[in-house]
């Protein structure tokens, strides 16, 4: 006998069963709904990608979790860990052709080599949403309606959820006048936005590493403490230009009825080095779940990284583990059907023919229909159709079929009805 395989998925990947399936389903169906709500075009590309999109050299953590790997013709290649540097490759290479502004989406199977933990797989699936070419916060305002917009949709209303929204340019412009240069930014931001997990004086050291000398870490991490706009206006300039953009979005907000679910946190930088603009990340106000759902922010910067021409550009990525982590802890999950209508029960298989010839009606006339050839025991056959939420039951035995007729019942009843088979229950095999 050969020897019994593992039946484990690749750590950190997933198996999904059909009864997880229609989950991921009716996920991907709201994350769409609400993307052609706001007008939104659909597009994709391969999981595979070049190794190079991902150079970058401000030390982001992603870039040392890629899968990557040499191919068969001596590429290096890479699985992609987030959909934005694809996109960005996609609009450089349509360049001039493309009608600005553009406003795309996709769900995008993403691998990251990660440490697993809650909310952390290796593989997941992420929804994004992107504006292309346009510089005002009011991107960032309709990026934020829209995940509010779904959020509702699967029972979150804005009441439950709050965006931590922070800005690049008020770290940079501070960071300026505290003789940081930009060329350290962005490696200064990806060191910052571990503060969190790494504590004050492991983050105080790491700075220390990129020329940041203590005092001026120190006023940095007054910075990260800052809530609400009344502080940020206190302790920054009043000339800060992300100042100024978060207090336009804030108004915007209002418009969009999501004001309430905002809150300006400086603590928020995000761990990816292209952000130049607002940045945010999303959550569950209940913190049943204390991972980000989703993150975004404005990259105007990266299609010039990239050596092309530079265009804003702003969005999110919004993952599906979290989100069904949080919804599965509300009790929000919903509990889904197979989709069956029909169940056809020929009992015998000399009526295979007669019971095919049932389905292949029904089904034309838009029933989901299963044939049930399996030749069991009639209350087996009952509790199969009443366990897939059939409505309709459909038996042929050989009387029936001699009289050219089938028998039916609505599942969970006993009563039963005379039907028609298609062309009087005779099938030729002209
Ligand atoms: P990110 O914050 O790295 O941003 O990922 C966005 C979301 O994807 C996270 O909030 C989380 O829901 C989910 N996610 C990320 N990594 C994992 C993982 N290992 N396991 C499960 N879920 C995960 C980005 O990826 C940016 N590219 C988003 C973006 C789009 N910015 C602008 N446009």
Redesign the pocket.
Known sequence: MSQRIDTQPVKGTRDVYPDDMRVRQWLFAHWRKVAAQFGFEEYDACVLESESLYVRKAGDE?TGQLYNFTDKGGRQVALRP???PTLARMVMARGAQLAMPLRWNTIAQ?F?Y?RMQR????E?F?W?M?IVGLASVAAEAELMAAQAAFLQAVGLPSAGIVFKVSHRGILQHYLQQLGIDDQRFSAVCVVIDKHDKIGPEATVQLLAEHGVDAATAQSILELMAVRGLEQLRDVVAADNPGLNDLEQLMTLAAAYGIAESITIDCSVV???SYYTGTVW?LFDASGSVPR??????R?DGLLEHLGGTPAPM??????D??ILDVLSEHGLLPALDKGIDDVVFPLRAEVFPQAAALAQQLRGQGRHVVVDYSERRFKHIIARAEQDGAEHLYVIGPDEAARGVAKKRVVGQREESEIALPNGGTVSQE
Do not use: P, S, W
């Open positions: 992603i987030e959909m934005t993403c990251r990660e909310g952390r797989k290796r997941h992420q994004n992107d995000r761990g990816l990340e980000a759902v989703a993150g975004g922010g990259y702003v969005g999110f990525g919004f993952g583990v979290v």
